[in-house]
């Protein structure tokens, strides 16, 4: 199992927006979460082909969220 992943990878992943198995595509992003004003930059999240939202954040990049004060 790949361990790391790099902005352009590409994957296969089950969207929750689209209902069913999209490409996704590693991008880095700006993101904030709902109940939080905190934004972080430069995240690495796994983004759908299709309808362009955030899928899944991979859990390297979860130091990263708790370094900006997201408990996890
Ligand atoms: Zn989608």
Do not use: T
Request: glycine content about 2%; charged content about 20%; overall charge positive.
């Amino acid at each position: 199992m790949k361990s790391l992943w790099n902005a352009g990878d590409v994957v296969a992943c089950n969207c929750p927006n689209c209902r069913k198995v999209v490409q996704s595509r590693f991008e880095l992003r700006n993101i904030r979460m709902p109940r939080s004003r905190l934004s972080v930059p430069n995240v690495l999240v796994d983004v759908c082909n299709l309808c362009d939202s955030i899928i899944s954040i991979p859990s390297q990049s979860i130091p990263q969220l708790r370094e900006a004060g997201w408990a996890k």
